[in-house]
């Protein structure tokens, strides 16, 4: 835990943001550095020692990881968040990790902790427009729209699927590790998600109308990977409805074949949250612990990802910057996470399968 800002990208690597870090993304970058470690199997509770060889020193897996559960709860509010100024993706990361937390771990206060964060997460969850149950979540709070007289019946209902993917997979993490998880919040996540699928296996960002179009942003100079909503949204399906049987889901699931993780000679095609989503939803629909696990759709996007993964992984020797990942790709090359969110996210992926 701690500032991104104050520390920024690896000392010595040539790699650092082309903009000034902040401190926004404090509680999403230590949620995801939380849940690599937790991915590999380092829980608080772990009693391996790891080397540092750069800086000659060992140190003990449980505290790393004990002190990052520690800083988020520590920053947790009274009503469950872990920010003054909320932002849904810092929130959802956050819960993700200490329900992950919770479940691999035996801490009445950190089950504790992950409930009341479960709890925001569901408050925080949109209706859906017809007024009948609920539906995704968005970058505020339900509570915080509502509160702007000026806001709009559309501004209230506004949902995306990709903050909607990690709120879902938090729940369902929250549901393995025993907490409480209200069904029409599941259920909203479902509703939503089918909402803005389409047949042939796209997914929109805010709406069906979408599904295929490019999501802007800072960035667009690299390549934009449409697949990405599709396998977010197959995400959310399965986590959120379990229906293996639903036709999208290997539309889906052919749709991200397509796009298959490479590098490019000008490296614009790099996108590791596209890999990430990807991974994650083949790993659920098809991968070595899915109900289905035919593992042909997995074989052939899992081998092409771990070489384009590992083929970006910063090996010089005697840098702090060896074993992660430096080069930026089309969401982490802003200043909001830089390698710290490019090294966490490809531990997340590399992990994956072995992580439901």
């Known amino acids: 835990g701690g500032s991104f800002a104050q520390r920024g990208s690896p000392v010595g690597t040539g ?99 992950a409930q009341r964060a479960i709890d925001f997460l569901q408050d925080a969850q949109r209706p859906r427009p017809d007024g009948l149950g609920l539906w995704g979540w968005r970058y505020a709070p339900r509570g915080e729209v509502a509160a702007h007289a000026e806001s709009t019946q559309r501004e209230l209902v506004d949902s995306d699927s990709s903050i909607t993917a990690w709120c879902a997979l938090a729940l369902d993490r929250a549901r393995r590790a025993g907490l409480n998880v209200r069904q029409e919040s599941v259920d909203g996540a479902a509703a939503f998600a089918r909402a803005v699928s389409v047949p042939s296996g796209l997914a929109g960002y805010l709406d069906a109308r979408g599904a295929g179009a490019k999501v802007t942003g800072k960035s667009d100079h690299f390549v934009y990977h449409p697949a990405a909503m599709s396998a977010l949204t197959l995400s959310t399906r399965i986590v959120a409805d379990g229906d293996f049987a639903d036709p999208f889901l290997a539309a889906a699931a052919g749709q991200i074949l397509e796009d298959l993780p490479t590098i490019s000679e000008d490296r614009l095609s790099i996108d590791y949250y596209y890999w990430h989503a990807g ?61 710290l969110y490019a090294t966490a996210l490809c531990v997340m992926t590399l992990m994956e399968p072995v992580t439901r």
Request: hydrophobic content about 40%; overall charge negative.
């Open 15 to 113: 790699a650092r943001a082309a903009t000034p870090a902040r401190d926004h993304y404090d509680v999403g970058l230590t949620g995801l550095a939380l849940l690599a470690c937790l991915h590999g199997g380092f829980t608080p509770e772990s009693q391996q020692q790891v080397l540092d060889t750069t800086m000659g020193r060992r140190h003990r897996i449980a505290d790393i990881t004990g002190r990052a559960v520690a800083w988020l709860r520590a920053r947790q509010q009274p009503d469950g968040s872990f920010s003054t100024r909320v932002f849904l993706y810092n929130e959802a990361i956050a819960t993700l990790a200490l329900c992950e937390a919770s479940r691999l771990t035996a801490d009445a206060g950190l089950d504790a902790a």
């Open 279 to 339: 991974t994650h939803a083949l790993a659920l629909y098809d991968g070595p612990a899915s109900p289905r696990a035919t593992a042909a759709l997995w074989d052939a996007w899992n081998a092409p990802l771990s070489a384009a993964i590992l083929g970006l992984q910063d090996r010089t020797e005697k840098a702090c910057s060896n074993g992660g990942w430096l080069v930026p790709d089309r969401w982490g090359s802003d200043g909001n996470g830089g390698a």
